[in-house]
């Protein structure tokens, strides 16, 4: 589970159904405030929960240049935001996309993918898969 205090739901402006206090721990570092981009958001969420969570991550295959937006790298876990402007409004770079997963998957990473609306409306929902698949891998 990804946890993170009501501040920081409020700040990022998500919407949550249901809210419980989060404990006060001297260990967690101060958070460097984030945007309403997506990936900052998903970002935030994920780096609480899994300290060890690497951003922009190169070297997932060997001999290409691809890079995962969080990868949770003893895992094997490569987490993606996908947008309709990057991903999806031309031809080559949906192309591109296809490759690169198929690539990734070839080398044994699981590629979880979310959009900014899963993001910003059920950042609870994008946590819980992110966890199930960490869990799952551990077993395996």
Do not use: C
Request: charged share 25%; proline share 4%; glycine share 6%.
């Amino acid at each position: 589970m990804i946890r993170m205090t009501l501040a920081d739901v409020k700040r990022l402006g998500l919407k949550i159904s249901a809210a419980t206090p989060a404990a006060r721990s001297a260990s967690l570092a101060p958070r460097r405030r984030a945007g309403r981009m997506p990936d900052e958001v998903l970002w935030l969420a994920v780096s609480t929960s899994y300290p060890d969570a690497q951003r922009e991550f190169e070297g997932s295959v060997p001999g290409r240049r691809f890079r995962i937006d969080i990868a949770l790298v003893d895992e094997k876990i490569a987490i993606e935001v996908d947008g309709w402007q990057y991903h999806g409004k031309f031809l080559a770079a949906h192309q591109s996309d296809r490759e690169r997963q198929n690539l990734l998957a070839v080398n044994g990473w699981l590629v979880l993918r979310f959009t900014a609306a899963q993001i910003f409306n059920d950042i609870q929902g994008v946590s819980a898969t992110i966890a199930a698949a960490a869990r799952q891998r551990r077993v395996a």
